[in-house]
């Protein structure tokens, strides 16, 4: 960043000479710095590397070289050192579908939008692909402006800050948030600024690709009151190579954590139509100005981040809107390393805390007598303070919005045979006991990817959080939304803690309680089995064997009764 501090001084020289002669001098020199500091800028870029949306890889590196990718990733969840040598303009490949290229729309027709991008200590090459994708990939007479809110920074220096002036111009709207504010409040600053029609909200990680935009629009001018989202395709947080993601249907599920389920069967038929999407993911989404104020934007009470795109979505729906996935519109997302935990603020638990109170605000305003199963699976949100919910209670009434049980009954038949309101028992709970060392536990307090074997809780049939474990009746095997997941077969696979995606495959476990071991696999071929690592407390696979101790578990309590029907109507290959 340090090689834009030029770019200030020219600006301002530039803007006071007045004098026809000196003016061409100036605008001399400011070309001349201009190609010097694009120059300096672009030393580190391999034009080349990454184009076509292509895995980018650099071979031969140092130990110095390495040492800094290390802390790039420790410090950002992604290789920001790789992304520095990915030039801003990288091409993509046009990722629709064939029918969607053959799609035509009335560009005069179509509404023009302000994109409103929060940003909190975002890297400058990231954000730079962001804008630049924009200005290249969006027609110009649709993209009236791009609003970038600086959610109270502390890397980003004057001197980019100048480039991002210099280099997108009038197109590109800067607003500074002197005090971290959060995501919602920082988003809606923009919205409030915003100038065009629609706005569209993204994060300031993306790429969005060959004509994303008019297909997000199309849907508006068939009905008031619509929202679009499109398809999240996923950049690599290593290689950045860009990857195509697959449409599907956004929920929550009952500890409210956002789910995807696969469309319903007309939907599949009809793709790439856009199809209903109960609730969106919350970063990339189009919507009518008007109608968002009218929904009264997102909730002031939100804090930080976190349940804003569960309470939008249900405003939308429940108030007499609509809500889309569009599968010809198509944006890349950057997403972080999962072992990465973005920090927020200076206290994981404040933001923790935000978090939760966020989550009891939304249940208490939107689920009516629903919001008693999610407090049943998360009891502690019941003592979280939430302020007044006055405003919020009367804008459901003045918009005459529909009770929740109206979203359950019209948009989710396959995802209540999923989470159902009454769940089946549980085959086995409580805490999960090595019996090759008793008093290790099965444990998944402090990592979010890693189980380890951690000293048992005193209780084995209620332990604490972290060691009380459920197979449940989705044949998983879970921790609060975490399941055991294995997605190797070597010897010692890793055991990892991955979000419930309750299809069985590589999250399939089975407890034979008379060798007490815990399977994973359905096909017998595939069947690993769990085994303590005593010496460094941790967890691996490998093949079955019922005199090896170290695959010895002991659950804190087993339903012997519907343990017995476990095969019932599962086909064991």
């Known amino acids: 960043m340090h090689t834009y501090v030029s770019v200030i001084c020219n600006v301002v020289i530039y803007a006071f000479i007045t004098d026809k002669k000196q003016s061409e001098q100036a605008a001399a020199i400011t070309n001349k710095t201009t190609v010097k500091h694009e120059q300096l800028f672009e030393a580190l870029v391999l034009p080349d590397l990454g184009a076509l949306g292509r895995p980018a890889k650099s071979a031969n590196l140092t130990v110095e070289e390495l040492a800094a990718v290390a802390e790039s990733e420790r410090q950002t969840g992604y290789n920001a050192w790789l992304s520095e040598r990915i030039s801003p303009e990288r091409t993509l490949h046009d990722m629709r579908h064939r029918s969607c290229k053959k799609l035509k729309y009335a560009l005069a027709e179509l509404p023009a939008i302000s994109v409103v991008i929060a940003q909190h200590n975002e890297e400058p090459s990231v954000l730079l692909r962001t804008l630049s994708s924009l200005r290249d990939r969006t027609p110009t007479a649709l993209l009236r402006e791009i609003l970038l809110v600086d959610d109270g920074s502390v890397k980003i220096a004057d001197n980019f800050t100048a480039y ?103 939907e599949q038929q009809a793709l790439p139509a856009p199809h209903d999407n109960p609730i969106m993911n919350g970063g990339l989404f189009a919507i009518e100005r008007e109608w968002f104020f009218k929904l009264g934007g997102y909730d002031e009470g939100l804090r930080l981040w976190g349940a804003e795109q569960f309470e939008l979505s249900l405003k939308i729906w429940l108030c007499g809107g609509r809500l889309l996935e569009v599968p010809c519109s198509r944006v890349g997302h950057l997403y972080r390393d999962d072992s990465y935990q973005v920090a927020y603020t200076k206290s994981s638990s404040s933001a923790s805390q935000a978090v939760s109170r966020n989550y009891r605000r939304v249940a208490e305003v939107w689920l009516d007598e629903y919001k008693d199963k999610l407090y049943a699976n998360v009891p502690h949100l019941t003592q979280i303070k939430v302020g007044s919910l006055k405003q919020q209670k009367a804008l459901r009434q003045r918009l005459r919005c529909k009770p929740f049980k109206w979203f359950l009954d019209n948009l989710a038949s396959d995802f209540l045979a999923l989470y159902p309101l009454q769940d089946p028992e549980d085959y086995a709970i409580g805490a999960l006991q090595s019996l090759a060392a008793p008093k290790l536990c099965l444990d998944r307090a402090g990592s979010k990817t890693q189980p380890k074997l951690a000293a048992c809780d005193e209780d084995l049939l209620y332990p604490r959080l972290e060691q009380a474990w459920y197979l449940s009746h989705f044949r998983d095997l879970h921790s609060s939304y975490l399941c055991l997941e294995l997605q190797q077969r070597q010897p010692n696979a890793a055991v990892l803690l991955w979000q419930c995606h309750h299809q069985a495959g590589n999250q399939f476990w089975f407890y034979d309680q008379q060798s007490k071991q815990l399977i994973n696999g359905q096909r017998k071929s595939d069947q690993r089995c769990l085994e303590a690592q005593v010496e460094q407390r941790s967890l691996v696979a490998n093949l079955c064997n019922a005199t090896n101790v170290r695959q010895h578990w002991k659950f804190g309590y087993v339903n012997e009764k519907r343990l017995e029907d476990f095969w019932k109507n599962i086909e064991l290959l």
């Open 164 to 266: 991002l002036r210099f280099k997108y111009g009038k197109l590109l709207q800067l607003l500074r948030l002197p005090k971290q504010r959060g995501l919602m409040q920082a988003r809606m600053a923009g919205a409030r600024k915003a100038q065009a029609e629609v706005l569209v909200f993204l994060d300031a990680h993306v790429e969005v690709t060959q004509g994303w935009l008019e297909p997000l629009l199309a849907p508006m001018l068939e009905r008031n009151g619509s929202c679009t989202t499109p398809i999240v395709d996923t950049i690599d947080h290593k290689t950045f190579a860009y990857k195509r993601g697959k449409p599907s249907r956004g929920f929550f599920n009952w500890e409210f954590n956002y789910v995807q389920l696969p469309l319903l069967p007309a």
